[in-house]
């Protein structure tokens, strides 16, 4: 069993801006993290404008505002990665809508050859689901609204980031328990594909496809069972009271979702 870490670790909130929303055919502009404590105090700040080696998608820059005139001059992710792999190692990332910074970031170390950091993280987007369900939307720019959190240009990574540190400390205290209940419940292990329990015969393909990075489409019958198909670039398997999920960036809904295997009714890979 992986031990969860205690309340003296130190987190980091991290953000990317991209060109296109998948790791495979798009490329980073942007990173930023905030390194900080539970106590709020920040330790360290970072952010860097990245060139892409690429145009960026006319729909990218409406959202964050970054052109290719503002990233020439800039380096390129290969230059930058370690730096910021190191800043954020051993700390446990917060982001919103984890998986899909995740899901960039380990797969374009992979591409320089820079392995992922081996550490936890935690989702603010599934934290607020759950602990502000009477929420109708879950944005970081509606959460901020709603919660009373400055957020001064939203879009850009380091803007973000502050966001999502002060929403997991607002998260933190309405959930109302101590640290070890709450990251029981909410953190979990960046390392791929643990060894799990309770995963039927059949499901065990879909795990070694996930395990080799591929996008699948799955069709899925959800709580209230009505069946969709979505295409899923899975982040990792987690086990969550005793039941095996698969929690990775559901395209449909463009957001970080865990998935029951046993709902799974079928996958393909793309």
Same mark, same amino acid.
């Given at each position: 069993?992986?031990?969860?870490?205690?309340?003296?670790?130190?987190?980091?909130?991290?953000?990317?801006?991209?060109?296109?929303?998948?790791?495979?055919?798009?490329?980073?502009?942007?990173? !930023?993290?905030?390194?900080?404590?539970?106590?709020?105090?920040?330790?360290?700040?970072?952010?860097?404008?990245?060139?892409?080696?690429?145009?960026?998608?006319?729909?990218?820059?409406?959202?964050?505002?970054?052109?290719?005139?503002?990233?020439?001059?800039?380096?390129?992710?290969?230059?930058?990665?370690?730096?910021?792999?190191?800043?954020?190692?051993? $700390?446990?990332?917060?982001?919103?809508?984890?998986? %899909?910074?995740?899901? %960039?970031?380990?797969?374009?170390?992979?591409?320089?050859?820079?392995?992922?950091?081996?550490?936890?993280?935690?989702?603010?987007?599934?934290?607020?689901?759950?602990?502000?369900?009477?929420? $109708?939307?879950?944005?970081?720019?509606?959460?901020?609204?709603?919660?009373?959190?400055?957020?001064?240009?939203?879009?850009? !990574?380091?803007?973000?980031? +502050?966001?999502?540190?002060?929403?997991?400390?607002?998260?933190?205290?309405?959930?109302?328990?101590?640290?070890?209940? %709450?990251?029981?419940?909410?953190?979990?292990?960046?390392?791929?594909? @643990?060894?799990?329990?309770?995963?039927?015969? +059949?499901?065990?393909?879909?795990?070694?496809?996930? +395990?080799?990075?591929?996008?699948?489409?799955?069709?899925?019958?959800?709580?209230? $069972?009505? $069946?969709?198909?979505?295409?899923?670039?899975?982040? @990792?398997?987690?086990?969550?009271?005793?039941?095996?999920?698969?929690?990775?960036?559901?395209?449909?809904?463009?957001?970080?979702?865990? %998935?029951?295997?046993?709902?799974? @009714?079928?996958?393909?890979?793309?």
């Amino acid at each position: 069993m992986i031990k969860i870490p205690d309340a003296d670790t130190l987190l980091a909130a991290i953000d990317i801006e991209t060109t296109g929303l998948h790791p495979f055919y798009s490329e980073i502009v942007e990173v !930023a993290a905030v390194t900080f404590d539970l106590n709020g105090n920040v330790h360290e700040e970072y952010s860097q404008l990245i060139n892409p080696q690429m145009l960026i998608h006319p729909r990218a820059i409406e959202i964050h505002g970054i052109t290719d005139a503002m990233v020439k001059n800039e380096p390129a992710w290969n230059e930058i990665a370690p730096e910021f792999y190191g800043i954020i190692k051993n $700390k446990i990332l917060v982001a919103h809508n984890a998986p %899909f910074d995740l899901s %960039f970031l380990a797969f374009k170390g992979t591409v320089i050859s820079q392995p992922f950091v081996d550490t936890y993280f935690t989702d603010t987007l599934t934290i607020s689901r759950e602990i502000y369900p009477e929420f $109708k939307r879950h944005t970081l720019v509606d959460l901020s609204e709603s919660l009373g959190i400055e957020l001064n240009n939203a879009h850009r !990574a380091l803007a973000d980031t +502050k966001a999502c540190m002060y929403l997991l400390l607002r998260e933190i205290k309405d959930f109302d328990s101590e640290w070890d209940k %709450f990251a029981s419940q909410y953190v979990f292990h960046t390392a791929a594909w @643990q060894t799990m329990e309770n995963v039927d015969e +059949k499901m065990k393909p879909l795990i070694e496809v996930c +395990k080799e990075g591929c996008d699948i489409i799955i069709e899925y019958i959800d709580s209230g $069972k009505t $069946k969709t198909t979505r295409q899923i670039t899975p982040l @990792q398997l987690n086990q969550i009271r005793q039941v095996p999920y698969l929690f990775g960036h559901c395209h449909l809904r463009d957001a970080g979702r865990n %998935f029951r295997l046993d709902r799974i @009714q079928s996958w393909e890979r793309v």
